[in-house]
């Protein structure tokens, strides 16, 4: 009974603090799936592409292909994924043009950008 209570109260913390809004979303969960157009892969603590450019409008989806857990933080916290654990996907949809430079919050040697054109 014990262990089900942990369990249950286990869970129950850890979807409340996943992040959600209508600017982004993500699959902490994973699960593979095939990388789409515009995306940035997370392999090696690393962003690849370092620099993603792409038209305003478009959607950029990250992956975790890592085994440890990353985050997608902006520079200027347009956006942030929160905890992405191994296989899970974020995605942001750039309306704006501009330079966005971003980076794992866990690990700060992980930097990035997207250009909107």
């Known amino acids: 009974m014990a262990a089900s209570l942990f369990v ?16 982004y979303g993500s699959n902490p969960g994973g699960g ?3 990388p789409p157009a515009n995306s940035v892969s997370i392999k090696s603590i690393a962003f690849s592409p370092t620099t993603l450019t792409v038209p305003v409008g478009t959607t950029v989806t990250w992956t975790n292909n890592d085994n440890i857990m990353h985050t997608v ?3 200027d916290n347009s956006f942030d994924s929160g905890n992405l654990a191994a296989g ?12 966005f430079n971003y980076h794992c919050a866990i690990h700060a040697s992980m930097t990035a950008k997207i250009v909107v054109q």
Do not use: H, I, R
């Open 8 to 23: 249950l109260v286990s869970s129950v913390l850890f979807f409340s603090c996943s992040k959600s809004s209508s600017g």
């Open 73 to 75: 933080t902006a520079d």
């Open 88 to 99: 899970g996907t974020f995605y942001f949809k750039f309306n704006t043009a501009g330079t």
């Open 32 to 34: 593979y799936n095939p």
